[in-house]
């Protein structure tokens, strides 16, 4: 298997709700990444965990909550968001020292109403 | 601090043609430069994948090439096809963040013209 799994792939949520995305790789991957994603620019680093352990965080703002339950699942949890949060949220998953390049999941398109 | 440009920004070339894509980085210090391919809408496709130690990579119709001494990197496309229209992004893995991120370019968006 090399793939990274998104679920789900597209996600409206309203600006009082709670919701997840979810991310998987039976890869044997040791850091999994979050990545916020605008129409028409690069990918933006959320998060990095490392062994399970949150290693970067990238000052993201507190309604976004990561969380690595183990070495194979990566969840977002969101709460309270603002439109401007509106974008393609990207997973991905990599070897610790990455020699062997990042693999990318599918995404989920996000809308925030 | 790593900062990753791409040339040109966007791209239109009439089906069958060689094109050749730019990548440029600031701190030669990388582990490795990978570069990605992205639908509308879509997530990430890895193309290609050099190594530091590398100067090339092929995989079909594509050729990526690397010279970190000079922080470039170039990508090939042979005999273009409109379904290589899509946005090409390059990444450099650093040394100096332990390789536990990318730096991305803005990205070239590919269009092909049947």
């Known amino acids: 298997d090399t793939e990274v799994t998104q679920t789900p792939k597209h996600l409206v949520m309203g600006m009082t709700n709670k919701k997840s995305l979810k991310c998987e790789q039976h890869m044997g991957h040791r850091a999994m990444y979050w990545y916020k994603q605008k129409a028409k620019k690069p990918p933006e680093l959320m998060f990095v965990?490392?062994?399970?352990?949150?290693?970067i965080n990238e000052s993201v703002p507190s309604r976004f909550s990561p969380e690595c339950p183990n070495s194979s699942l990566l969840n977002l949890h969101l709460h309270a968001l603002q439109p401007e949060d509106s974008a393609l949220y990207l997973c991905?998953?990599?070897?610790?020292?990455?020699?062997?390049?990042?693999?990318f999941g599918s995404g989920t398109r996000l809308t925030v109403v | 601090k790593q900062e990753v440009t791409q040339i040109p920004a966007a791209l239109s070339v009439p089906e069958g043609e060689n094109l050749v894509l730019n990548c440029s980085f600031t701190?030669?210090?990388?582990?490795?430069l990978q570069w990605f391919r992205q639908d509308p809408g879509k997530g990430l496709t890895s193309l290609l994948l050099i190594q530091s130690s590398q100067r090339e990579q092929t995989s079909g119709r594509l050729n990526a090439s690397l010279d970190k001494s000079s922080g470039r990197s170039t990508l090939y496309i042979a005999a273009s096809q409109p379904g290589d229209s899509a946005t090409y992004l390059c990444?450099?893995?650093?040394?100096?963040?332990?390789?536990?991120?990318?730096?991305f370019g803005e990205g070239t968006q590919l269009t092909v013209n049947p």
């Open positions: 701190d030669s210090a990388i582990y490795n």
């Open positions: 965990y490392s062994y399970e352990k949150l290693s």
């Open positions: 991905a998953s990599s070897q610790l020292v990455s020699l062997y390049g990042y693999t």
């Open positions: 990444a450099v893995s650093s040394l100096r963040t332990s390789g536990s991120r990318l730096t």
